[in-house]
């Protein structure tokens, strides 16, 4: 299976601010997905990511708060832009397929403050 | 709207013990995955179990599913300690990629 680089590990921000996560696979995937994770919840996918076209984003979650870019088969980066504290939260990023099971990056840790 | 629930929420058994974990799903689906999450750490995948009455086993874990009844169990047999953590099953559909997650089951194993 896919090995998934994801940085930073964690994060402090002030409030207004943005961060941006990046993933780095070792191999050529096409899809590529972003969650997140709030404190003691389970995961929500924030949007799908495929290179060479925009991504899909799921309901609730909208381009100019978290823009994605998909640069290549190999990299893809999450931001999280003017954040709040409702922001902090656990964001991971995977790759995989519905017939062989999915991948998950080590996940960043963000404390919006 | 596919929506996946797990049962118990929480569930604290004393070591040696058995216990399942059930994941019901709400639409057709023949494809998911377990997962186990430790405390500050990603996901681990455990089964991927792709057909009606499929069954895989790994140590002390064995998950099963039957897409008839919607409904999937992780059966733990003779529990200990380092089963402590937290499970999730997770369902995606065959003409869709991604995946929608189950609500979790927090796991205590009691020495």
């Known amino acids: 299976s896919a090995v998934i680089s994801q940085k930073p590990s964690r994060d402090i921000c002030q409030r207004g601010t943005s961060l941006t996560i990046q993933c780095q696979v070792d191999?050529?995937?096409?899809?590529m997905f972003w969650y997140r994770q709030q404190p003691g919840q389970s995961l929500t996918l924030i949007a799908t990511?495929?290179?060479?076209?925009?991504?899909?984003?799921e309901s609730g979650f909208v381009i100019d708060k978290f823009p994605i870019s998909r640069p290549n088969l190999t990299f893809s980066t999450l931001t999280v832009s003017n954040m709040s504290p409702e922001d902090s939260s656990i964001y991971l990023c995977?790759?995989?397929?519905?017939?062989?099971?999915?991948?998950f990056g080590s996940g960043t840790r963000l404390t919006v403050v | 709207e596919l929506k996946v629930e797990q049962n118990p929420l929480f569930l604290s058994m004393q070591e040696g013990k058995n216990y399942t974990i059930y994941c019901n799903y709400s639409?057709?689906?023949?494809?998911l995955y377990w997962y186990r999450q430790d405390p500050g750490k990603s996901l681990e995948s455990l089964f991927v179990?792709?057909?009606?009455?499929a069954v895989k086993q790994e140590g002390r874990l064995m998950a099963s599913l039957d897409t008839k009844a919607r409904l999937s169990t992780l059966h733990i047999t003779a529990a200990v300690h380092d089963l402590s953590a937290t499970y999730f099953c997770a369902v995606s559909q065959r003409s869709y990629q991604k995946v929608t997650f189950g609500t979790g089951t927090k796991l205590q194993v009691i020495p």
């Open positions: 179990l792709l057909s009606n009455g």
């Open positions: 990511a495929n290179q060479g076209s925009e991504a899909t984003y």
């Open positions: 639409t057709t689906s023949d494809r």
């Open positions: 191999s050529q995937v096409t899809m």
């Open positions: 995977s790759v995989g397929g519905s017939n062989y099971g999915y991948t």
